[in-house]
């Protein structure tokens, strides 16, 4: 490598790592969030068999799922404004993959709901739960777990998917590699780097995934010792 | 204090209850014994509306209800006072014994928290898991997750419990602890319905049986009378397998 590709990256990297910390992170936390509740919500009509509502969620997940994200993102970026609906780049994308997320991860919540035995449900009905409380005090909390790994890894997707928004004028990771590509005719080295970025965000991210994982888990060893010691 | 009168329930064509009269009276220990498959799992599961009801009519204390058209509503009111102590014991796996048995006096009858607690710890207590409360129900033996199953429905201070098999998922050397557990809830004068295959537990403990054979009562009387002088040729057969398996 030469000298001067070397001068580049090491210039260019806290130029594009900031964005990526600033932008990129926010946004796929924000999406995130949004898929998360969203998906929560689609899979409980579902399987709470609300009537409209559960045809509804049906047919959100069959568009979402069965279109590409990148159009979806210019239908809300590009598209709206024609609606007068107009918003900026950021709120757009998270809008876009936080929708888009929420029709995946409502199909993981919905099979990790009814993954849980219906005895469960019949015992919390027998000491008189009504159906909110069976949810929220019996089934989420077991199913949660059985959720977790591939919520996680819909994270882990999003992250990656964020970089789309360069597309939509965001100026995140991704958009600023693009730039002083551009700028320095090193798209090669450039790209590498923003790869190299993701790369480090995305092993991060599966660190914690493991981490929380040993948390979640309430039947571990250190749980029973801790009930040993009580008794 | 609880009746239900010929009650009818199919699954799909297979039609299970053929028009079943129940009714067990206060203090009343009820054996229900009968072959594998004649319907005595979706008699209690009827009673307790976990099924859904083709026909039929309900008595329970105070409240009178045609069971095919009530609401869901109504059937709350009915498990306020109903217990149900299930074969797979179905305590909530991601809460301890204690929080098990409190959970229905915390979030269902609103039961202040260390009211609960005291209530719960007393109920473990009764069944001899007081010791094991802080565990969660993986780290019992299916006979100590049955005693926390009974302490959560005794802690409810139900009217009448329903057990469906209580030891047939256990090991043949955990089931004297939970029937113990039920022979002195009986002495309390506790409303019991018992499905068992434990013929001895059923002519000690049991002041009625009921015997049931392709949906249908086949015969019922004092416990005594239908062990020692079945009427029904069906009875005799079947008490006879029994006793032999035993
Ligand atoms: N959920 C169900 N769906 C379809 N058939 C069922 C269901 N539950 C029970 N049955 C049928 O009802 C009959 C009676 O079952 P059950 O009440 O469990 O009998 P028992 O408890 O006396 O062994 C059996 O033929 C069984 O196959
Ligand atoms: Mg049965």
Known sequence: MSERIIEILVSSFTQILIPGIKVTIPLTLASFALSFLLGMVLAIVQVANIRGLKWFARFYIWVFRGTPLLVQLFIIFFGLPRLGIILDAFPAAVLAFGMNLGAYNAEVFRSAIVAIPQGQTEAAQMIGLNYPQTLVRVVLPQAFPIAFPSLFNNLISLLKDTSLASSITVIELFTTAQQIAARTYEPFALYCEAAVIYLAFSTLLTWLQTWLEKKLVWKTKEKYLVAEEQA | ?246
Do not use: W
């Open chain 2, 1 to 246: 204090m609880l009746e239900v009168k010929n009650l009818h329930k199919s699954f799909g064509t297979n039609e299970v209850l053929k028009g079943i009269d129940f009714q067990i009276d206060k203090g009343e220990v009820v054996a229900i014994i009968g072959p594998s498959g004649s319907g005595k799992t979706t008699l209690l599961r009827c009673i307790s509306f976990l099924e859904k009801v083709d026909a039929g009519e309900i008595t329970f204390g105070e409240l009178h209800h045609d069971m095919a058209h009530i609401t869901q509503r109504e059937i709350r009111r009915i498990r306020f006072d109903m217990a149900f102590v299930f074969q797979s014991f179905n305590l909530f796996r991601n809460m301890t014994a204690l929080g098990n048995v409190m959970e229905g006096l915390v979030t269902a009858r609103k039961v202040h928290r260390e009211d609960a607690r005291k209530t719960a710890l007393e109920m473990l207590r009764k069944v001899g898991m007081e010791d094991r409360a802080m565990y969660y129900p993986d780290q019992l033996s299916g006979g100590q997750q049955q005693r926390v199953a009974i302490a959560r429905a005794i802690a409810q201070n139900p009217q009448v419990i329903l057990f469906d098999e209580p030891t047939s998922a256990l090991d043949p050397e955990l089931t004297e602890e939970v029937l113990d557990v039920m022979r002195t809830l009986a002495k309390e004068g506790t409303t019991m319905a018992v499905v068992t295959h434990e013929m001895r537990f059923a002519m000690d403990v049991a002041s009625r049986v009921v015997f049931m054979e392709g949906g249908v009562v086949v015969e019922e009387g004092p416990s005594k009378r239908v062990f020692l002088e079945p009427k029904e040729e069906r009875t005799r057969q079947f008490l006879r397998r029994a006793y032999d398996a035993e």
